[in-house]
């Protein structure tokens, strides 16, 4: 098939490693699906053609006929590159809802990412607000990870404090970040969480683990956890200073980014 020349599958490539390389997807732990249209798949590869069939633990009907590529369960971020028809695959949701259609790598038999029901629930939730989202990326940003444990779980405390940390924080993700209790990662209640979240929100934080980022392309969804995580990053070399701010972004400089950049921002967030 000619779909291992696909930009996408060298996009889904560069990506991963990329994440493998900033250390926030160490051994198997990360995952992310892009969706791809009938046209883009059709121009790379025939789809006629079914590999196998795997059964997937979430009713997704309402995603019925759409592609994703995706990266498989267990597999490492760092192989990715040079074993692409292994580490990935392109699957089609089937009709009943309850099971994909692999039409194309996983060529050792593997399957989708264990979290994929999740990645579903998230895709679903975030088509419902813009209809051009692709891509849902599961991955462990270090300094983030550290913020969850030393700050309370709250939205506003933790979307605020990372805004302060630099100003392009705010012109990424306005909305703040969400953020779900500690839940065991793999189930179908911590994907519903998440989608929950998703609703209005393209990060979620999944505390003392890693977060769930939505966007339109895999740039852009990359982009988004490294903003986020050099806001934490930042945060971590303030705390490593002792801690103490003598100057800080204002509620005022929050308000002339949003006014500056056209953005809707979270007010209530906001302490004035």
């Known amino acids: 098939m000619k779909f291992i020349d696909s930009q996408y599958v060298k996009e889904m490539k560069q990506t991963t490693m990329n994440l493998y390389q900033h250390g926030w997807d160490e051994r198997n732990g990360g995952n992310v699906s892009l969706r791809l249209t009938t046209e883009e798949v059709r121009a790379f590869s025939d789809v006629t053609e079914t590999l196998r069939t795997v059964a997937i633990d979430f009713d997704a009907s309402e995603l019925a006929g759409k592609y994703y590529l995706v990266t498989g369960t267990g597999r490492y971020f760092k192989n990715i590159t040079e074993y692409p028809e292994r580490d990935m695959g392109l699957i089609q949701i089937n009709p009943d809802g ?146 103490q701010m003598f100057q800080k972004i204002t509620d005022q400089d929050f308000r002339d980014l949003a006014q500056r950049f056209g953005l809707s921002l979270r007010e209530e967030y906001l302490e004035d």
């Open 98 to 243: 309850q099971s994909v259609a692999i039409k194309w790598g996983f060529n050792d038999g593997g399957q989708p990412t264990s979290e994929f029901p999740a990645h579903l629930m998230s895709h679903l939730a975030r088509l419902k607000q813009d209809p051009e989202q692709r891509v849902i990326m599961h991955c462990h940003p270090t300094n983030l990870i550290a913020m969850t444990f030393t700050l309370p779980l709250s939205e506003k405390l933790l979307s605020r404090t990372l805004w302060q940390m630099h100003p392009e924080s705010i012109v990424v993700f306005p909305e703040g970040v969400g953020v779900i209790p500690y839940m065991c990662p793999g189930t179908t209640a911590i994907g519903e969480a998440t989608a929950t979240k998703m609703a209005d929100h393209h990060v979620v934080v999944w505390p003392h683990h890693g977060v769930f980022a939505a966007g339109d392309s895999l740039d852009e969804t990359y982009g988004l956890v490294e903003t986020v995580e050099k806001s934490a990053l930042v945060y971590t070399a303030i705390q490593a200073q002792g801690g």
